[in-house]
């Protein structure tokens, strides 16, 4: 739901940005790698060590990766670049790797200095569950199903875990973070959900008729 909403404001937000760096020949795949390895980075060497606030404002500054190399993609200027596919699947896989460095990153630090496991499953459980929802679209497509719903897509899952785990930085109560993480994740199992039953929908259809 945020990605449909958000698409247009950051369209042109961004829109120069990547028509500059276009003109100075960087590929979206580069666009891509570089802002995947700095969420990482901020993720995983940030967040372990009890940095939440300035881990969320690293990654924060790399995510954007995302809306900016779909947009180089697009533009005119850049010219063929081979088969699209290939950028989206790039793109998709290397949402994964980032995804799962931020949630690893949370369940690392409260399973060791920030003496609170409980928000560790809350990070774990959101880690799995958000996989899952990722893959269950995935999957639907390659079957040739629509899968695109759900209440937690990616855009969704990304705001509330980096706002939360940030604010927890600067001082918010630790429960209150928690309860952030078990919400998003009841979200992606209810997404999952979701997921299954539009395909198992699409898939009956040939034979109700």
């Known amino acids: 739901m945020l990605n449909r909403y958000a698409r247009g404001i950051c369209s042109r937000v961004f829109?120069?940005?990547?028509?500059?760096?276009?003109?100075?020949?960087?590929s979206p795949d580069a666009v891509t790698v570089v802002g995947?390895?700095?969420?990482?980075?901020?993720?995983?060497?940030?967040?372990?060590?009890g940095e939440l606030f300035w881990g969320t404002v690293f990654i924060v500054l790399f995510i954007f990766s995302d809306v900016v190399d779909?947009?180089?993609?697009?533009?005119?200027?850049?010219?063929?670049?081979?088969?699209?596919?290939?950028?989206?699947?790039?793109?998709?896989?290397?949402d994964r790797v980032a995804d799962s460095a931020i949630f690893a990153g949370v369940m690392f630090w409260f399973f060791t200095g920030g003496d609170n496991p409980a928000i560790g499953v809350a990070a774990g459980l959101c880690l799995v569950l958000g996989n899952l929802v990722s893959y269950a679209r995935a999957k639907a497509e390659s079957l040739g199903y629509d899968a695109n719903t759900g209440l937690a897509e990616r855009g969704e899952r990304l705001v509330v875990a980096l706002t939360?785990?940030?604010?927890a930085g600067l001082g918010l109560n630790e429960w209150v973070l928690f309860t952030a993480l078990?919400?998003?994740?009841?979200?992606?199992?209810?997404?999952?959900?979701?997921?299954?039953?539009?395909?198992?929908?699409?898939?009956?259809?040939?034979l109700e008729g």
Do not use: C, H, K, N
């Open 182 to 206: 078990g919400l998003l994740a009841l979200a992606s199992a209810v997404t999952a959900v979701q997921r299954i039953m539009r395909v198992r929908r699409q898939a009956l259809q040939p």
């Open 15 to 26: 829109t120069p940005l990547a028509r500059w760096l276009v003109a100075r020949g960087v």
């Open 36 to 49: 995947t390895l700095g969420a990482v980075a901020g993720a995983l060497v940030f967040y372990p060590v």
């Open 70 to 94: 779909g947009l180089m993609a697009r533009l005119p200027e850049a010219g063929p670049r081979g088969d699209a596919r290939w950028g989206s699947f790039l793109d998709s896989t290397l």
């Open 164 to 167: 939360f785990t940030g604010l």
